[in-house]
T-cell receptor, first 109, second 112 residues
Framework: AQRVTQPEKLLSVFKGAPVELKCNYSYSGSPELFWYVQYSRQRLQLLLRHISRESIKGFTADLNKGETSFHLKKPFAQEEDSAMYYC???????????FGQGTILTVHP | SQTIHQWPATLVQPVGSPLSLECTVEGTSNPNLYWYRQAAGRGLQLLFYSVGIGQISSEVPQNLSASRPQDRQFILSSKKLLLSDSGFYLC???????????FGQGTRLTVV
């Protein structure tokens, strides 16, 4: 069975500090990994995915197949990064997503 | 990109009453459609998905059903709500040639 684990339900940092949101997964195959974000009063939206290998809003995430991890990182957090972050994966069938439980990130001024 | 319209935004219903949540999609055709639910303290769980009109697959046994009467319309229903049906329901759409999911604003359902 596939599973996504986000061990931190809440994460608080100060503006300008580095931030890392952890995500571990289990999947017997080659999944596609995503980070979705939900800002206050906005809908859930894609932040980035591992196949794009790009930085979005200063965030990066590297897929580590050996550790089955897909941690989200940003070197200098901003207040506008405060949001709910979900790690998710999809396997081979029909784009179905398996989500982690989410991490609420709060960036303090 | 796609736009997902989902309504109502909030709903309070008594136990035993029926439910109908509707979702419509703009900006794509023949998408895969999904209903997810987030119960209190838990992550988003897939309830149903559909790969075409009239084609519904259920991921978890439950008191709910789904229908897709038109290509870009997806409906979540129940004949008799239970307290355990309370939660946040999200409709999502994925274009067949991509993997990015687009989400509606969600419906907060409280069964009392």
């Amino acid at each position: 069975a596939q599973r996504v684990t986000q061990p931190e339900k809440l994460l608080s940092v100060f503006k300008g500090a580095p931030v890392e949101l952890k995500c571990n997964y289990s999947y017997s195959g080659s999944p596609e990994l995503f980070w979705y974000v939900q800002y206050s009063r906005q809908r859930l939206q894609l932040l980035l995915r591992h196949i794009s290998r790009e930085s979005i809003k200063g965030f990066t995430a590297d897929l580590n197949k050996g550790e089955t991890s897909f941690h989200l990182k940003k070197p200098f957090a901003q207040e506008e990064d405060s949001a709910m972050y979900y790690c998710a994966l999809t396997g081979t069938s029909y784009g179905k997503l398996t989500f982690g439980q989410g991490t609420i990130l709060t960036v303090h001024p | 990109s796609q736009t997902i319209h989902q309504w109502p935004a909030t709903l309070v219903q008594p136990v035993g009453s029926p439910l109908s949540l509707e979702c419509t999609v703009e900006g794509t055709s023949n998408p895969n459609l999904y209903w997810y639910r987030q119960a209190a303290g838990r992550g988003l769980q897939l309830l149903f998905y559909s790969v075409g009109i009239g084609q519904i697959s259920s991921e978890v046994p439950q008191n709910l059903s789904a229908s897709r009467p038109q290509d870009r319309q997806f409906i979540l229903s129940s004949k008799k709500l239970l307290l355990s049906d309370s939660g946040f329901y999200l409709c999502a759409s994925v274009h067949r040639e991509d993997t990015e999911a687009f989400f509606g604003q969600g419906t907060r359902l409280t069964v009392v």
